[in-house]
């Protein structure tokens, strides 16, 4: 992609690109969710421009977000694109930290010690 398609201006309307979908297969795509695309996976067969687009900017890490402004689409449609390829296994979701992550004892007892001391 050059950066000179603007998808807004496109006569294609957007439930065109999602197929009348408007919500997501997946809740847990969010604006800061991290996308990479697979390497050496196959575009699919039925994707779209929006989609193809999608994979090529996520050859390294993106935010969705990022895709978002790049793409020049709203966040909303970003959303069913990426949640699309990541059911076909062509893009995955990276974190940037574990949700269940246990804080680090010492450093919690250093955080109290300190407090206790004000």
């Known amino acids: 992609m050059d950066g000179t398609d ?7 309307r957007a439930y065109v690109i999602t ?12 604006p800061e969710t ?13 994707a779209g421009r929006p989609h193809l687009a999608l994979l090529e900017m996520c050859q390294g890490v993106l935010s969705l977000a990022e895709a978002a402004a790049h793409l020049k689409l709203p966040v909303s449609l970003v959303v069913v694109i990426a949640s699309d390829l990541v059911d076909t296994g062509h893009l995955l979701i990276r974190s940037t ?5 246990q804080p ?14 004000l």
Do not use: Q, W
């Open 97 to 101: 930290s574990p949700r269940y992550a």
């Open 104 to 117: 680090d004892r010492d450093l919690l007892e250093k955080v109290l010690d300190g407090l206790r001391k």
């Open 6 to 12: 603007d998808y807004r201006d496109h006569p294609v």
């Open 34 to 46: 991290l996308l990479v695309a697979v390497p050496g996976m196959p575009a699919p067969v039925s």
């Open 19 to 30: 197929s009348g979908r408007a919500h997501p297969s997946r809740n847990t795509i969010r």
